[in-house]
């Protein structure tokens, strides 16, 4: 199982759904511990009954029905699904409406949703998804990729209210996949994921989708840095390693 994990880290996102695939058929004893840990690019459904989509997890699924947030009614129709409490229901309601102005802020459109279940210490899971195709045929596209899309993946554990204050645990996914197809850069993919943790203890007072809601933005903000910097930053000096602008080359050719 560890060799299984650290292999799945070192794949990119674009092949994660087939690598998992082949690691299902071979160690079909830890198929739930395989895909209860790996990360794999988020997939969209629509909402039949409201006819919006909304995105597919590990978090909003029972048995092989997912459950959107906006008629959490099961697809394909379980009679059995888990659903969150009323009171939680309520909160994630809200939640989704508040993160798709977010989204829509801070991504310029793409998918978003918003699932919340109880947890076994009287708190609650909030899990935070944010798809956007950022594809020549994708929304909100710029025309310069042939292929790209970004899938964020926020999980808040609430521990139960002590006082005035909780804890808060984040952990934050991002995978990322790219891809150039023109006369001037040729055919160039960059692909990658990256995940941190955070954990906060904070007030109650102003609520916990304010809480929840700051840390993700501290995070997000965090990841993007550091995409920008490995990433493009580290993929950018090779680049001008290995292929020097023009210019820098004639400066470096010797006289003749």
Same mark, same amino acid.
């Given at each position: ?8 880290? #070192? ?49 909003? #699924? ?79 596209? #710029? ?114």
């Amino acid at each position: 199982m560890e060799a299984a994990m650290g292999l799945m880290r #070192r794949i990119p996102p674009k092949h994660t759904e087939t690598a998992l695939s082949a690691l299902l058929s071979l160690m079909p004893n830890h198929s739930s511990d395989l895909l209860s840990q790996v990360d794999q690019p988020l997939q969209v459904l629509c909402d039949v009954d409201c006819g919006k989509e909304f995105i597919l997890c590990e978090y909003n #699924r029972d048995a092989d029905s997912y459950r959107p947030p906006w008629s959490n009614k099961y697809h394909p129709p379980l009679e059995d699904g888990s659903l969150p409490s009323s009171e939680l229901r309520k909160l994630e309601i809200e939640a989704n409406d508040i993160f798709a102005i977010y989204r829509d802020q801070y991504y310029e459109g793409g998918i978003s949703s918003v699932y919340m279940w109880e947890d076994e210490n009287e708190g609650f899971v909030a899990c935070f998804l944010i798809k956007k195709d950022g594809s020549k045929t994708g929304q909100g596209r #710029r025309g310069y990729l042939e292929e790209g899309a970004w899938d964020a993946i926020h999980v808040i554990e609430v521990g139960p209210e002590e006082e005035e204050d909780t804890n808060y645990r984040l952990t934050s996914t991002v995978m990322l996949t790219l891809t150039t197809n023109n006369e001037s850069s040729g055919t160039f993919s960059l692909s990658g994921s990256i995940r941190r943790q955070m954990s906060m203890r904070l007030s109650v007072a102003d609520g916990h989708l304010c809480n929840m809601g700051r840390m993700i933005e501290e995070m997000e903000s965090k990841l993007r840095n550091s995409l920008d910097q490995v990433y493009f930053g580290k993929t950018r000096e090779m680049v001008c390693t290995l292929r020097p602008p023009s210019e820098v080359a004639q400066m470096r050719m010797p006289e003749s």
